[in-house]
Nanobody, 116 residues
Framework: QVQLVESGGGLVQAGGSLRLSCAAS????????MGWYRQAPGKQRELVAV???????NYADSVKGRFTISRDNAKNTLYLQMNTQKPEDTAVYYC??????????WGQGTQVTVSS
């Protein structure tokens, strides 16, 4: 079992920045990839950014150049630095760990609201 706890969400004005954190605990081994997803009201959950254990990253087109995903292996923490935020970034943000044995673990989510 893996437990994930997100933090760092909140209210920010358009153009501002926030950094989300996802602290992991439990059986943290054999990880394939770690990612951030978001779900806005009335919309499906979508991938925002992903990072593999080798450090390869991939981003949704809507956040490229504005968001940066990173990890601190010593702290078992995943981050999402969000800059130049837009109102359309408003959503609940979730972190997810995809394990090599085919199971995915989700955090509980953290609300990000960007005001215009």
């Amino acid at each position: 079992q893996v437990q994930l706890v997100e933090s760092g969400g909140g209210l920010v004005q358009a153009g501002g920045s926030l950094r989300l954190s996802c602290a992991a605990s439990g059986s943290i081994f054999r990880i394939n990839a770690m990612g951030w997803y978001r779900q806005a009201p009335g919309k499906q959950r979508e991938l925002v950014a992903v990072i593999t254990t080798r450090g390869s990253t991939n981003y949704a087109d809507s956040v490229k150049g504005r968001f940066t995903i990173s990890r601190d292996n010593a702290k078992n923490t995943l981050y999402l630095q969000m800059n130049t935020q837009k109102p359309e970034d408003t959503a609940v943000y979730y972190c997810k760990y995809d394990m090599a044995y085919g199971v995915g673990y989700w955090g509980q989510g953290t609300q990000v609201t960007v005001s215009s």
